[in-house]
């Protein structure tokens, strides 16, 4: 495992998801100017159901992380039985179609669209926890493949086309089949060995751990079902998703521990732990305080109706920062847990190991997100309060409880493995953030708050280029391990034909 290289491949998953920033707010822009409201959130209700159909793949895909993190040639096993539950899971959503399509009608050729995206989505999932467990840089390679590829075919399709939804539903199925196509090519040195009904077997015989471990995002995920079905309106779910595009971003940051977990499953240390904190901090501080202050002419971007969901996306990026190192800790504690190292392994050792330990306070969690939410939008329904309310509400009810269980998780994480919190080096941060808040005040583009796309994007770019050159600018001269961090990371990038 000395192959994992944590900066080199932390960085460069986050790089892509920084493009990803850039492009995903491109494509955002063609599809949300071309989509009315009802239809936005009538993607975002298919994408949330579809998920659904998806669920066996994450039987192979946690597993596949953890025994090729170990050395087991297990890749071939697991991507050809993906190929055969993909395909089950599309018959299954043919034959459950009539029955979700009396909620919210779609035509012909998108349902078709969304046919073909759980069959290529199961395939690029599989071949990224493949790279995610030997080479996770990789996975940055494919995300920039991805997310280049959306951009251009959505341009053609949604943006010259007129294609609408299908057409940006399209645009999601050929950009995958893309990034599926960058790892085919990658994955010949991988796919050695023979295909294993033992390595099956085994994978089956431990089910419940990657379905429970996966069971508490589908649950979450129907606080869209719900919003949806009590106030009978796609409104509240287009504004919770419209600022979580931006909200979103800052969950990028931690890309940068991509390395951690496969570090951790063959050795790591307390150090690699600090020093994934300490990178995810120098970019998630900036990004946090960059949008609290341009919440209103971000919105502003996608349609002058999300401009007064300022506040909703302030809330929102609590919400995600919180999310952002509850990950990070429950990483840090399953990559610890060593139980299944073993090959005959007993069942009732794994659910009393943290592999089992971690998704059930996940799933509590999200039912106790979900029965909140539930009896919240049913109050502020029957008092007739707008959808922008409760819409700030729900993600309100995903603050809290994210809150209690990344408290929890600090806790077990520290007891198993003693790491620090840098406070000074973490101070420094926050002092270069808050100098490049106060310059945003001053330059603050109140022309972004425009119908014109081309003028908010004018007038808001430079200030958001102005804020990053002043962040960094104080950052390198106020802390010398920044300094010698950026000399690392020009090191780092010398990129090898090996690894593009």
């Known amino acids: 495992m000395s192959n994992i290289r944590l900066r080199y491949s932390g960085l460069i998953n986050f790089a892509s998801r920084i493009i990803s920033v850039a492009t995903g707010l491109m494509f955002t822009l063609i599809v949300t100017r071309r989509l009315s409201e009802e239809a936005f959130g009538t993607w975002q209700f298919y994408t949330s159901i579809l998920l659904y159909f998806t669920i066996p793949s994450g039987i192979v895909n946690y597993w596949l992380v953890r025994d090729l993190g170990r050395g087991k040639p297990v890749a071939k096993s697991g991507i050809l039985f993906t190929s055969g539950m993909s395909l089950i899971s599309t018959v299954l959503f043919l034959i459950l179609l009539p029955i979700i399509s009396s909620e919210v009608s779609i035509d012909i050729p998108t349902t078709c669209a969304f046919v073909l995206w759980i069959i290529i989505a199961y395939h690029t999932w599989c071949f990224g926890s493949v790279f995610q467990g030997v080479k996770p840089q990789v996975i940055g390679y494919g995300t920039i493949i991805f997310e280049i590829s959306k951009v251009v075919i959505g341009t053609i399709l949604v943006g010259y086309m007129r294609l609408q939804l299908f057409g940006a539903v399209l645009s999601i199925d050929l950009a995958l089949l893309m990034q599926t196509l960058y790892y085919s090519l990658r994955l010949p040195k991988r796919f050695k060995g023979r295909f294993s009904l033992d390595d099956v077997r085994r994978w089956l015989k431990m089910v419940l751990v990657p379905l429970i471990l996966r069971a508490p995002g589908l649950v979450a995920m129907l606080d869209v079902v719900i919003l949806t079905l009590i106030t009978g309106s796609l409104l509240p779910v287009a504004y919770v998703k419209a600022v979580s595009i931006f909200a979103m971003t800052i969950t990028f940051s931690e890309a940068l521990t991509v390395g951690l977990y496969p570090k951790l499953l ?105 029965a909140i939410l539930y009896l919240t939008v049913k109050i502020l329904n029957d008092l007739h309060c707008s959808p922008a309310l409760i819409s700030l509400a729900s993600i309100f009810c995903s603050l809290l409880v994210n809150i209690i269980l990344v408290s929890y998780y600090l806790k077990i994480s520290r007891n198993l493995i003693k790491f620090h919190f840098n406070f000074s080096r973490i101070s420094k941060f926050l ?70």
């Open 266 to 370: 063959s050795g790591g240390a307390s150090k690699d732990i600090e020093d994934s904190i300490e990178m995810v901090l120098m970019f998630l501080i900036p990004m946090v305080l960059g949008q609290l202050v341009l919440a209103e002419p971000l919105l502003y971007l996608l349609r002058k109706e999300y401009g007064p969901l300022h506040n909703v996306l302030r809330i929102a990026l609590l919400c995600y920062a919180t999310i952002v190192f509850k990950e990070i800790f429950s990483m840090v504690i399953q990559g610890i847990e060593k139980i299944d190292a073993s090959e005959n392994i007993a069942w009732k050792e794994v659910t009393r190991s943290y592999l089992m330990k971690i998704p059930l306070i996940e799933l509590f969690g999200s039912l106790s997100y979900v």
């Open 431 to 500: 002092v270069s953030g808050v100098v490049m808040s106060l310059m945003l005040l001053l330059f603050y583009p109140e022309s972004a708050k425009s119908e014109q796309i081309f003028i908010a994007t004018a007038s808001l770019m430079p200030v958001i280029l102005l804020g990053v050159i002043v962040y960094f600018t104080v950052l390198f001269a106020i802390d010398s391990k920044s300094r010698g961090f950026l000399t690392v990371v020009l090191k780092s990038l010398k990129i090898r034909k090996s690894e593009l």
